[in-house]
């Protein structure tokens, strides 16, 4: 026997490889091996920039006595849940089911048929607070198989049975109209926290696809609490300790209410959604803090993210080696008094001390602190602020980075070409839209392929063998169309509609309701299918709106219907938990407004484009060319003549146009929201 991980292209299986466990990667051979020797499987799924995950690892799988039981009674299988997104979506829900809680490293006793019946998260090397330990768990779940086999498949039949009751319909009836929107807003104002911005308690999350909501419904209605809510989040992260002060970009969340600490590993997607907030928040208020915020963040993601083929890496580890050559967490980001003295001299770290909020006694472990700005230290001198940062980031550059998980999902890199394109755009930062346009083209050439179905991973160019699950399809088709907006270049819209039309057959059921999984994908015990925005778009609502605006764009009744069908959803959760339905009420926002669409006949990257861009207007979609081909490119652009042969704009919604202008203050005003 042997580990079979090594030929994987996930680095989270890679860094099993060597382990002594005999790991199966999920494969139906894998489950054929457990009904051969008639022992049960033990699922293990985790993610390579999961602290705990490399816990359990080094505690139990690197140990050669707990490897030689679990070889001996059990078929194990390693499952990178970002690459099987379905799977763990599958058993996830069966943990929380049976337990009430989840998380990663997720650990799951399955029989050969795939069917859970033992569950839990992290188990210890020894019994500790109750929870007992990993090879006391083993011998458990060993002694049931062997002893009480009619109880275990007792157990596991209820679960599949009960799993396979939860099916959703679509959720509602219709689309959300004005008074679900009001009540998901209300929801959110008595969930706000009013002292430190966000929602919630610890752990606090930065909650991109809300505050997009905000934006969008400040722009509609002009309710100042909703902009107010969205502005001062916004504030508090950057001015935190979950913003990256020295490079740019955020961590995955705080471990407490005022974003000081966080869980320091650094994820594409959420660096992409809030890249793309800033932007637009900028865009909504002028603010040169969400300018530099998006702009720092978009850099973040090209210098550490970018990959050699030109697409963006996962993440980047929360551990690396302190100066002793332990991993820990956070050591590449913390400072002590020492350090900075260190670096800067005196003076100068007395300075980085109180601007950073830097201390004696530490705000993390070990007398450390995280760099914030408590903004106490009154009015600063910006080039002495810009020389301490830099000379801080140099040195910190000299010690050993964390690691960083290689691997290009689909759906990410789509959030982050939609991010890239819009920012690059607004700030006149065209090697961004470069950028965005290197990585949509790798989409297209390796993750699409020869198949013409959707690969959900990459790696070094090479295509992962996962098929796309629907956030794939949304998202990607979301970067799409934000790049074909942006750069005029309407083989992005046709790609898009190519994506869709997969959403619409292979993704779509009865009543506008959609699943996570193609039709024709691997059967699990139960086909996922969750609505709510959880750290991304759901596929439901990133779905959603992206059809909702390939319709716009080509007046498709079809996936204008769609959009619609799967939106049943959002009136039945925004009034209920709108904290989780975030980008699907941004989505209910873009409907009730239109969305409107905008044809400018006339130049790209003219002012009247420029300025169609920047519109405020919820979810507008864009059309700029020039020239007799124009319209093949994009049908907005048919039949829309210069006027006086000047530059003209073109702004209808719902089938009514208003009248052409050459004037950019008045395209402005009519996209004022």
């Given at each position: 026997?042997?580990?079979?991980?090594?030929?994987?292209t996930s680095?989270y299986?890679?860094?099993?490889?060597?382990?002594?466990?005999?790991w199966?990667p999920w494969?139906p051979?894998?489950?054929?091996?457990?009904?051969?020797?008639d022992?049960?499987?033990?699922?293990?799924?985790?993610?390579?920039?999961?602290h705990?995950?490399?816990?359990?690892?080094?505690?139990?799988f690197?140990?050669?006595?707990?490897?030689?039981?679990l070889?001996a009674h059990?078929?194990?299988?390693?499952?990178?849940?970002?690459?099987?997104?379905?799977?763990?979506?599958?058993?996830?829900e069966a943990?929380q089911a049976?337990?009430?809680?989840?998380?990663?490293?997720?650990?799951?006793?399955?029989t050969?048929?795939?069917?859970?019946?033992?569950?839990?998260?992290?188990?210890?090397?020894?019994?500790?607070?109750?929870?007992?330990?990993?090879?006391?768990?083993?011998?458990?779940?060993?002694?049931?198989?062997?002893?009480?086999?009619?109880?275990?498949?007792?157990?596991?039949?209820?679960?599949?049975?009960d799993?396979?009751?939860?099916?959703?319909?679509?959720?509602?009836?219709?689309?959300?109209?004005?008074s679900e929107?009001?009540?998901?807003?209300?929801?959110?104002?008595?969930?706000?926290?009013?002292?430190?911005?966000?929602?919630?308690?610890a752990?606090?999350?930065p909650?991109a696809?809300?505050?997009?909501?905000l934006?969008?419904?400040?722009a509609?209605?002009?309710?100042?609490g909703?902009?107010q809510?969205?502005?001062?989040?916004?504030?508090?992260?950057?001015?935190?300790?979950?913003?990256?002060?020295?490079?740019?970009?955020f961590?995955?969340?705080?471990?407490?209410?005022e974003?000081?600490?966080?869980?320091?590993?650094?994820?594409?997607?959420?660096?992409?959604?809030l890249?793309?907030?800033?932007?637009?928040?900028w865009?909504?208020?002028?603010?040169?803090e969400?300018?530099?915020?998006?702009?720092?963040?978009?850099d973040?993601?090209?210098?550490?993210?970018?990959?050699?083929?030109?697409?963006f890496?996962?993440?980047l580890d929360?551990?690396?080696?302190d100066?002793?050559?332990?991993?820990?967490?956070?050591?590449?980001?913390?400072?002590?008094?020492?350090?900075?003295?260190?670096?800067?001299?005196?003076?100068?770290?007395?300075f980085?001390?109180?601007?950073?909020?830097?201390?004696?006694?530490?705000?993390?472990e070990?007398?450390?602190?995280?760099?914030r700005?408590?903004?106490?230290?009154?009015p600063?001198?910006?080039a002495?602020?810009?020389?301490?940062?830099?000379?801080?980031?140099?040195?910190?550059?000299?010690?050993?980075?964390?690691?960083?998980?290689?691997?290009?999902?689909a759906?990410w890199?789509?959030?982050?070409?939609a991010?890239l394109?819009?920012?690059?755009?607004?700030?006149?930062?065209?090697?961004?839209?470069?950028?965005?346009?290197?990585?949509?083209?790798?989409?297209v050439?390796?993750?699409?392929?020869?198949?013409?179905?959707?690969?959900?991973?990459?790696?070094?160019?090479?295509?992962?063998d996962?098929?796309?699950?629907?956030?794939?399809?949304?998202?990607?088709?979301e970067?799409?169309l934000?790049?074909?907006?942006?750069?005029?270049?309407?083989?992005?819209?046709?790609?898009?509609?190519?994506?869709l039309?997969?959403?619409?057959?292979?993704?779509t059921?009865?009543?506008?309701?959609?699943?996570?999984?193609?039709?024709d994908?691997?059967?699990?015990?139960r086909?996922?299918?969750d609505?709510?925005?959880s750290a991304t778009?759901?596929?439901?609502t990133a779905?959603?709106?992206?059809?909702?605006?390939?319709?716009?764009?080509?007046?498709?009744?079809?996936?204008?219907?769609a959009?619609?069908?799967?939106?049943?959803?959002?009136?039945?959760l925004?009034?209920?938990?709108?904290?989780?339905?975030?980008?699907?009420?941004?989505v209910?926002?873009?409907?009730?407004?239109?969305?409107?669409?905008?044809?400018?006949?006339?130049?790209?990257?003219?002012e009247?484009?420029?300025?169609?861009?920047?519109g405020?207007?919820?979810?507008?979609?864009?059309?700029?060319?020039?020239?007799?081909?124009?319209?093949?490119e994009?049908p907005l652009?048919?039949d829309?003549?210069l006027?006086?042969?000047?530059?003209t704009a073109?702004?209808?919604?719902?089938?009514?146009?208003d009248?052409?202008?050459?004037?950019?203050?008045?395209?402005a005003?009519?996209?004022?929201?």
């Amino acid at each position: 026997m042997a580990n079979r991980l090594a030929q994987t292209t996930s680095p989270y299986l890679l860094q099993h490889a060597d382990n002594p466990v005999d790991w199966w990667p999920w494969s139906p051979e894998a489950f054929e091996e457990a009904r051969k020797r008639d022992v049960p499987v033990l699922l293990s799924v985790g993610y390579a920039s999961c602290h705990w995950c490399h816990v359990m690892a080094h505690e139990s799988f690197e140990d050669e006595t707990v490897a030689d039981y679990l070889n001996a009674h059990f078929v194990p299988v390693k499952v990178d849940r970002e690459e099987r997104p379905d799977v763990d979506a599958v058993y996830m829900e069966a943990v929380q089911a049976a337990t009430g809680h989840g998380g990663w490293p997720m650990t799951v006793f399955l029989t050969p048929d795939a069917e859970p019946f033992y569950f839990g998260t992290y188990f210890p090397p020894e019994p500790r607070h109750g929870s007992p330990s990993f090879q006391q768990v083993l011998e458990g779940v060993t002694a049931a198989w062997t002893d009480r086999r009619d109880e275990v498949a007792e157990v596991a039949g209820r679960i599949v049975a009960d799993l396979a009751g939860r099916s959703l319909v679509h959720g509602g009836d219709g689309v959300p109209g004005e008074s679900e929107v009001a009540q998901a807003l209300l929801g959110l104002t008595r969930e706000y926290d009013e002292q430190h911005g966000g929602f919630g308690g610890a752990p606090k999350f930065p909650p991109a696809m809300v505050v997009e909501f905000l934006l969008r419904h400040y722009a509609r209605t002009g309710a100042e609490g909703a902009l107010q809510m969205a502005a001062d989040t916004c504030t508090a992260m950057a001015r935190g300790g979950i913003y990256d002060q020295l490079g740019g970009g955020f961590a995955r969340y705080s471990v407490d209410r005022e974003w000081i600490v966080p869980h320091f590993e650094k994820m594409l997607y959420d660096n992409a959604l809030l890249c793309r907030v800033y932007a637009r928040l900028w865009r909504t208020t002028g603010s040169d803090e969400a300018r530099r915020i998006a702009l720092e963040t978009a850099d973040f993601m090209v210098r550490e993210l970018r990959t050699a083929e030109g697409g963006f890496a996962s993440a980047l580890d929360a551990d690396s080696e302190d100066a002793e050559g332990k991993h820990v967490e956070g050591a590449f980001y913390v400072w002590t008094p020492a350090q900075l003295r260190e670096v800067l001299g005196e003076d100068d770290a007395a300075f980085a001390a109180a601007y950073f909020g830097v201390t004696e006694e530490g705000s993390f472990e070990e007398g450390a602190s995280v760099l914030r700005l408590p903004g106490d230290a009154g009015p600063v001198d910006a080039a002495r602020v810009a020389d301490v940062r830099a000379r801080l980031l140099a040195a910190r550059d000299e010690r050993p980075h964390p690691g960083r998980d290689d691997k290009v999902v689909a759906a990410w890199n789509g959030l982050a070409i939609a991010a890239l394109a819009e920012t690059g755009a607004y700030f006149d930062r065209p090697d961004l839209v470069e950028r965005a346009t290197e990585a949509a083209d790798l989409l297209v050439r390796v993750h699409l392929g020869e198949v013409a179905r959707l690969t959900r991973t990459s790696k070094d160019g090479r295509a992962g063998d996962n098929a796309g699950v629907l956030e794939d399809y949304g998202d990607v088709a979301e970067g799409f169309l934000a790049l074909a907006a942006v750069t005029g270049e309407g083989a992005w819209l046709e790609f898009a509609g190519f994506l869709l039309d997969i959403v619409l057959e292979q993704f779509t059921g009865e009543g506008g309701q959609l699943y996570d999984t193609a039709h024709d994908a691997e059967q699990l015990i139960r086909r996922p299918q969750d609505p709510t925005d959880s750290a991304t778009p759901s596929g439901w609502t990133a779905a959603a709106g992206a059809l909702l605006s390939y319709a716009a764009y080509t007046g498709s009744e079809a996936h204008r219907t769609a959009a619609e069908g799967a939106l049943g959803v959002v009136k039945a959760l925004g009034p209920r938990v709108p904290r989780f339905v975030g980008w699907g009420l941004a989505v209910a926002e873009a409907l009730l407004d239109g969305p409107r669409e905008v044809a400018v006949a006339g130049p790209v990257g003219g002012e009247l484009h420029r300025t169609a861009l920047l519109g405020r207007a919820p979810g507008a979609v864009v059309a700029a060319g020039e020239g007799p081909g124009a319209g093949a490119e994009f049908p907005l652009l048919v039949d829309r003549p210069l006027v006086g042969g000047e530059p003209t704009a073109y702004v209808c919604r719902h089938f009514v146009c208003d009248a052409p202008t050459t004037d950019a203050g008045e395209l402005a005003a009519k996209l004022g929201g």
